[in-house]
């Protein structure tokens, strides 16, 4: 018979209730909740607004439908990562942190290529990118690594 006693590994664990209802835990959480919505949000949005436009292959591209997904389904990871971070997962936590910074830095590239994408995306991608920087400004803020860093 398998133990469910076993000690989990550092990565696995969760960091206390006290570090997780510290005031400013609770803020920094609740921001970051509501930026990556806004980030799911919109990217679902592009997705369905891309479906309206399928007619346009000049506004709709076969680069917007895999950009698009992409975005799609990395906002939805992030949404998960945010919800099991502010649930004390330091595993989750150090992915929300990768994966936030990790968007930044494909969107700065992606916005920065002339003909990529159609104008309209790029502004997503901009909005997008906007959003992101907040949750890496938050999620690499003092408070959040010290609370993940102690448990």
Same mark, same amino acid.
């Given at each position: 018979m398998i133990s469910t006693n076993a000690p *989990?590994?550092?990565?696995? *664990? !969760? &960091?206390?209730?006290? %570090?997780?209802?510290?005031? /400013?835990?609770?803020?920094?959480? *609740?921001? /970051?909740? !509501? /930026? $990556?919505?806004? +980030? %799911?949000?919109?990217? $679902?949005?592009?997705?369905?607004?891309? +479906?309206?436009? =399928?007619?346009?292959?000049? /506004? $709709?591209?076969? !680069?917007?439908?895999?950009?698009?997904g992409i975005v799609a389904v990395t906002s939805l990871?992030?949404?998960?990562?945010?919800? =099991?971070?502010?649930?004390?997962? *330091? =595993?989750a936590f150090r992915r929300l942190r &990768?994966?936030?910074?990790?968007?930044?830095?494909? &969107?700065t590239v992606i916005v920065s290529l002339p003909g990529f994408l159609p104008v309209w995306m790029r502004i997503e991608q901009g909005l997008c990118g906007v959003l992101l920087v907040g949750v890496v400004a938050i999620a690499n803020g003092r408070h959040l690594r010290g609370a993940f860093a102690a448990a």
């Amino acid at each position: 018979m398998i133990s469910t006693n076993a000690p *989990r590994s550092a990565s696995t *664990r !969760t &960091i206390g209730d006290d %570090a997780l209802a510290h005031p /400013l835990s609770l803020t920094a959480f *609740r921001t /970051l909740k !509501t /930026l $990556v919505a806004g +980030y %799911a949000g919109l990217s $679902v949005a592009t997705l369905s607004a891309a +479906y309206l436009m =399928r007619g346009h292959s000049d /506004l $709709v591209t076969a !680069t917007v439908w895999v950009r698009g997904g992409i975005v799609a389904v990395t906002s939805l990871l992030m949404l998960s990562f945010v919800v =099991r971070s502010a649930r004390g997962s *330091r =595993r989750a936590f150090r992915r929300l942190r &990768i994966t936030s910074a990790a968007m930044v830095v494909a &969107i700065t590239v992606i916005v920065s290529l002339p003909g990529f994408l159609p104008v309209w995306m790029r502004i997503e991608q901009g909005l997008c990118g906007v959003l992101l920087v907040g949750v890496v400004a938050i999620a690499n803020g003092r408070h959040l690594r010290g609370a993940f860093a102690a448990a």
